[in-house]
Structure formats: structure tokens, C-alpha cells
């Protein structure tokens, strides 16, 4: 149940980042998602310098990744 719902999230943020990258910043969808992660993103944001595209959804979503492989693996 833990990893189907990391998998949920891993994919929801990678539309995120791929609605930033299109330029689909001010749709309805887009929005929805922002007000989603922004609390998620915050603090990774506060480390990570601007870019054009949100390098704090990367990292977030590689630690998902990681996460989902480590508990596969049964190291966590």
C-alpha cells in the first residue's frame, strides 16, 4: 500500500514538472497540483537556487524513487 501510494505521488509530481516544462504554469490543473505540493516543495525550494524549470520537484521526486527502492529491497 506504501509504495503504490509513493508511486501515486511519483507520478502526479512528474506531470507537475512536466506541466512546468510545457508551459502549462497558469492552467486549472497545473494550479490544483501547485496548491498540492507547494507545502511539500517549500523547504526544498529554500535550498535549491531558481531555475526555469522547479528543481525541488526533481529532488523530491528522486527521493520518492529512492524510497519506493529501498523498501522494495527491505532496507527501510
Given at each position: 500500500m506504501i509504495i503504490a501510494t509513493?508511486?501515486?505521488v511519483s507520478?502526479?509530481?512528474l506531470l507537475y514538472v512536466l506541466l512546468q516544462l510545457v508551459?502549462?504554469?497558469r492552467g486549472k490543473v497545473y494550479s490544483i497540483?501547485?496548491?498540492v505540493f507547494s507545502f511539500i516543495l517549500?523547504?526544498?525550494r529554500k535550498l535549491m537556487p531558481e531555475f526555469k524549470i522547479d528543481l525541488a520537484a526533481i529532488v523530491l521526486l528522486a527521493i520518492l524513487r529512492l524510497a519506493v527502492?529501498?523498501?522494495k529491497r527491505g532496507k527501510w
Open positions: 509513493l508511486n501515486v507520478l502526479l509530481l508551459g502549462e504554469a497540483m501547485d496548491r517549500a523547504p526544498i527502492f529501498l523498501i
